[in-house]
């Protein structure tokens, strides 16, 4: 009953912005969510993750972030949201969205860790 919609993937050139949204259902605020990518030929990388340790809601990106995403969550429309600036053509993938009822803050990198994936949305970077 759990779904993840993925949405904002488009088409952008080398510098510009882009903000996806993730919608979900059949979950609940305690959820951990983030996001994966993964390009042609190689394994899903992740991205960022947004979860809830003693009441209070902390981030997590992949190292190759560098301070240009940020992930935020609206928890009352189960919503989490990736803005990205600065994007580099490297930065081309599908995007996933993800989530789970709780995972290992250890592990929060490891794909298997998350049991609920939506089917991606497209992110172009030309140069």
């Known amino acids: 009953q759990v779904q993840l919609v993925e949405s904002g993937g488009g088409l952008v050139q080398a510098g510009g912005s882009l903000r996806l949204s993730c919608a979900a259902s059949?979950?609940?605020?305690?959820?951990?969510m983030g996001w994966f990518r993964q390009a042609p030929g190689k394994e899903r990388e992740f991205v960022a993750v947004?979860?809830?340790?003693?009441?209070?809601?902390?981030?997590y990106y992949g190292d190759f972030v560098k301070g240009r995403f940020t992930i935020s969550r609206d928890n009352a429309k189960n919503t989490v949201f990736l803005q990205m600036n600065s994007l580099k053509p490297e930065d081309t993938a599908v995007y996933y969205c993800?989530?789970?009822?709780?995972?290992?803050?250890?592990?929060?990198?490891?794909?298997?860790?998350?049991?609920?994936w939506g089917q991606g949305t497209q992110v172009t970077v030309s140069s």
């Open positions: 059949g979950i609940l605020s305690s959820y951990a």
């Open positions: 947004i979860v809830r340790n003693w009441g209070t809601f902390r981030t």
């Open positions: 993800v989530a789970d009822p709780a995972i290992t803050i250890g592990s929060m990198a490891a794909a298997d860790e998350y049991n609920y």
